[in-house]
């Protein structure tokens, strides 16, 4: 574990930690916001007419959820490496555990965002469809990109595990 | 010869990002096309699905960075193919990517937050938008997150390349 240093491994485990805590408070509060806005009948910001509806909430949930969720991973896998546990078979699930969070939600934006799209037209018909779902696509592209290169690196893991077990053989 | 689990993962990998980055250039002549058309044809902007230049040039912005990490990526999953992803060209390769992230971030920031309020008289309140930079980061959805998150997972391949060398010398 010399060449990453143990400072800058525990440094990111503290970023780890207050990014944990900072996406919780401000994830309750964002959600707060939400249920209150729905509960009071808020019309959604430059769409004319249209409410906040739970399938709002659901978007902003899955957004602190799969947040929460890879942070943690990050957090474990930045602990084992500074217990000198680097290509280790369980960081390499964990990574591709990283990765398919963010394939999933990359998914269930697109599902939420066609259900928003659909029940935005419904209320205002003037919208124009095939923009908003273009600049709606193009951050989730951006989710199923992060989740492939993160998958990448847990593959060049496994790769560094059998190196490590072949070493350990040889030893 | 039987692949192993990684490698059958980078070849997969290698042939999507290529059919990826194919269309996402495909998309990317017809907006830069459009946009072309849209000031030619000197009808307002947002006739187009665009408020004014800065939007538009926020838009061709946003649509180069899948290109450039998707050749970025694709570069990469082509080397590991052909070698060990223990190399210091690969490991240049996966640290690029993770700057490209950053300096899209930043640069972001710059252009389009500090940069228009000169041109266009807008207020965009840096400071305000500085908060989002920041955001980017708390919200893993930021570039700035994901840039940091992949250099710090370089950092890790040195010590895999540290170990082949020992496997190198020990053979």
Same mark, same amino acid.
């Given at each position: 574990m010399l060449l990453l240093g143990h400072r800058f491994i525990r440094w990111a485990c503290f970023l780890a930690l207050f990014l944990i805590v900072v996406q919780l408070l401000? %994830?309750?509060?964002?959600?707060?916001? $939400?249920?209150?806005r729905y509960r009071t009948g808020d019309a959604l910001d430059a769409i004319r007419g249209y409410r906040y509806s739970i399938w709002e909430i659901l978007r902003d949930f899955s957004v602190v959820l799969s947040g929460i969720l890879v942070l943690l991973l990050l957090l474990?896998?930045?602990?084992?490496f500074k217990n000198d546990r680097i290509? $280790?078979?369980?960081?390499?699930?964990?990574?591709?555990?990283? %990765?398919?969070? +963010?394939? %999933? +939600?990359a998914a269930v934006r697109i599902i939420l965002l066609v259900i928003i799209i659909t029940c935005v037209v419904r209320v205002s %018909?003037?919208?124009?469809?095939?923009?908003r779902l273009a600049y709606g696509l193009a951050p989730v592209s951006g989710y199923v990109l992060y989740g492939l290169i993160v998958w990448v690196v847990a593959a060049v893991f496994r790769e560094g595990l059998q190196l490590q077990e072949d070493q350990e053989l040889t030893v | 010869m039987k692949q192993?689990?990684?490698?059958?993962?980078?070849?997969?990998?290698?042939?999507? @990002?290529? @059919?990826?980055?194919?269309f996402q250039l495909l998309y990317l002549v017809w907006r830069v096309f459009t946009l072309v058309h849209a000031a030619n044809s000197?009808?307002?902007?947002?006739?187009?699905?665009?408020?004014?230049r800065w939007e538009t040039a926020n838009s061709l912005f946003h649509l180069l960075l899948p290109v450039v990490i998707l050749s970025l990526l694709q570069d990469l999953l082509g080397s590991l193919r052909k070698q060990t992803a223990f190399d210091p060209g690969i490991i240049r390769k996966v640290r690029w990517i993770g700057? @490209?992230?950053?300096?899209?971030?930043?640069?972001?920031?710059?252009?389009?937050?500090? @940069?228009?309020?000169?041109?266009?008289?807008?207020?965009?309140?840096?400071?305000?938008?500085?908060?989002?930079?920041?955001?980017?980061?708390?919200?893993?959805?930021?570039?700035?997150?994901?840039g940091l998150l992949i250099l710090a997972l370089a950092g890790v391949f040195r010590y895999g390349l540290r170990l082949r060398r020992e496997s190198e010398l020990t053979i």
């Open positions: 401000l %994830g309750i509060e964002w959600l707060w916001g $939400d249920i209150q474990r896998i930045f602990i084992s290509f $280790d078979a369980v960081n390499i699930r964990r990574l591709r555990s990283v %990765g398919w969070i +963010y394939l %999933g +939600y %018909g003037t919208l124009p469809l095939l923009h | 192993t689990s990684h490698r059958r993962i980078i070849y997969w990998a290698y042939r999507l @990002v290529s @059919v990826w980055l194919f000197r009808a307002p902007f947002f006739e187009h699905g665009q408020s004014n700057f @490209v992230y950053l300096g899209y971030a930043l640069l972001e920031y710059v252009v389009f937050t500090i @940069v228009p309020p000169w041109f266009t008289g807008q207020q965009r309140y840096p400071l305000v938008y500085g908060s989002s930079l920041l955001m980017g980061l708390l919200n893993l959805s930021g570039e700035l997150f994901f």
